[in-house]
C-alpha cells in the first residue's frame, strides 16, 4: 500500500534525493505501464521529474480512491495540502517527497496547479454525479489538466520553435490550452473506460445532460444496459475526447525537441483506448478496454515519426 501522510506530523530521517527518486520510479513502473513507458523515451534530467510528479499525483488521488480512502476526510486533504506547501518551501515531510521538493527547485514550477488538483480530489468525496459537461469539465481540468501544466514546466518548451527569427521580442507561444487539453482526453476517456467500475461504486461522471439527451437512465447504466441508446451516448462521449486529442496533438511542436516523442507516445496509447472501446461495441461494463503491450510498442515508431513531422 502507498506510503500516506503520518499524523500528527513526527522528526524523522529521510532517505536521500536519489533513492527518493528510485521510490517514484518504482511507484509509476508498478501503477501505470503506459506513464512509465513513456517517461523512459524522456531525457535522462527529465524523466525522474515526471516520476517525482507522478507519485504526488498518484497518492494524492490513492487519498480519494485507494484502500484507506474511508479514513479520509477534508482535514486529511488540508494536511496534505500543508504537506505541499513544504515540499514547495523545501521542507519535504516524508520520503516520497523528497524527490519533488528537488524537482522543483530543478525545474521553477507554480504551486497553483497541485492545489488545484488537491480541490479535484475534494469534488470526490462529496459529489457522485455532474449535471453538465461544463461541471465535468472543472472536475477534469482539476484531476488531469493540471497534469499537463505539471510536466510541461519539466519538459520545457522549443524556444526557437516559438519565435519567429525576424520578431525575436515577440513572446512566445506557450500551448497551455493545448497542455490542459490533454490531461482533460486522458481523464474523459479513462471516464469512458471505467464507467462500470464507477457505477458499481454508486458514481457516474458522465454528465447528466447526456444521459437525458439520448434517453438513457440512471438505472439502465447501474444495470448495464448496452442498446442503441447506450451506444449512440458513447459515440457522443468518444468524439468529444476526441476533439481534446486534437486540440492536444496541435500543441506537441511547441514543447522542447526530445519531450515530443513521449508525448505523441502517450497520447497514441490512451487514444487507442476510445477505438478499443468502439472494438468492444462500447460493452464497458464487463470488459475492461485496454491497449495490449505490444500494440503499445507497436506504436512507438509511428510516434516517434509524428514527434519529426509535426
Ligand atoms: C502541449 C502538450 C500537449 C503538452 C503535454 C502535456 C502533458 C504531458 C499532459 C499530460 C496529461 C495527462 C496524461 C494527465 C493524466 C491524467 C490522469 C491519469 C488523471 C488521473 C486522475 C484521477 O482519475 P481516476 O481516479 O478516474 O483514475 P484511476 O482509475 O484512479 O487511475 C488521476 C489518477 C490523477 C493523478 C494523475 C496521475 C497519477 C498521472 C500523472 C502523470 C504524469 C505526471 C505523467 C505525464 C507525463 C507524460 C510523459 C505523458
Ligand atoms: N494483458 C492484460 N490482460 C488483462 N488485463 C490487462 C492486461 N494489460 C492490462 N490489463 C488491465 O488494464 C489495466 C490498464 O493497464 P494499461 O497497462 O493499459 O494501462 P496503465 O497505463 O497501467 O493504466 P492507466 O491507463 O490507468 O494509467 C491494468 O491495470 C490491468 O488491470
Ligand atoms: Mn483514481
Known amino acids: 500500500m502507498l506510503q500516506l ?10 532517505v536521500s534525493v536519489d533513492e527518493s527518486y528510485n521510490l517514484c520510479r518504482h511507484l509509476i513502473a508498478k501503477y ?3 506513464f512509465y513507458l513513456s517517461t523512459l523515451l524522456l531525457s535522462k534530467e527529465k524523466r ?9 499525483c498518484r497518492r494524492t488521488d490513492e487519498l480519494v480512491d485507494g484502500p484507506a480512502s474511508a479514513m479520509t476526510t477534508p482535514e486529511t486533504l488540508d494536511l496534505w495540502e500543508q504537506q505541499l506547501e513544504a515540499i514547495f518551501a523545501g521542507q519535504p515531510k516524508d520520503n516520497f517527497d523528497v524527490a519533488l521538493a528537488d524537482t522543483v527547485q530543478r525545474f521553477p514550477m507554480d504551486i497553483q496547479p497541485f492545489r488545484d488538483m488537491i480541490a479535484g480530489q475534494r469534488m470526490d468525496l462529496y459529489r457522485s454525479r455532474y449535471e453538465t459537461f461544463e461541471e465535468l469539465y472543472l472536475y477534469c481540468y482539476r484531476v488531469a489538466g493540471t497534469v499537463g501544466l505539471m ?7 522549443d524556444t526557437t520553435r516559438n519565435t519567429a527569427p525576424w520578431n525575436r521580442e515577440q513572446q512566445p507561444y506557450v500551448p497551455i490550452e493545448e497542455e490542459i487539453a490533454l490531461g482533460i482526453a486522458k481523464q474523459l476517456t479513462n471516464i469512458l473506460r471505467d464507467v462500470g467500475e464507477d457505477a458499481r461504486r454508486g458514481r457516474i461522471y458522465i454528465p447528466l445532460e447526456d444521459l437525458a ?3 438513457y437512465t440512471e438505472q ?9 441508446r447506450w ?7 468518444i468524439e468529444r475526447a476526441r476533439q481534446f486529442y486534437t486540440k492536444a496533438e496541435r500543441g506537441i511542436s511547441y514543447l522542447s525537441a526530445d519531450a515530443r516523442w513521449p508525448v505523441w507516445a502517450a497520447l497514441t496509447h490512451y487514444s487507442g483506448i476510445l477505438s478499443i472501446i468502439e472494438r468492444n461495441d462500447y460493452n464497458a461494463f464487463t470488459q475492461r478496454a485496454y491497449v495490449p503491450q ?6 512507438l515508431p509511428l510516434a516517434w515519426m509524428r514527434s519529426q513531422v509535426f
Open 213 to 215: 439527451r439520448f434517453n
Open 231 to 237: 451506444r449512440s451516448l458513447m459515440r457522443f462521449q
Open 151 to 157: 510536466s510541461t514546466a519539466v519538459m520545457g518548451l
Open 32 to 34: 501505470s505501464t503506459t
Open 5 to 14: 501522510p503520518d499524523s500528527p506530523p513526527r522528526m524523522k530521517t529521510l
Open 220 to 228: 439502465d447504466l447501474f444495470k448495464g444496459v448496452i442498446d442503441e
Open 294 to 299: 505490444w500494440q503499445k510498442l507497436r506504436s
Open 48 to 56: 525522474p521529474a515526471i516520476w517525482a510528479i507522478y507519485a504526488w
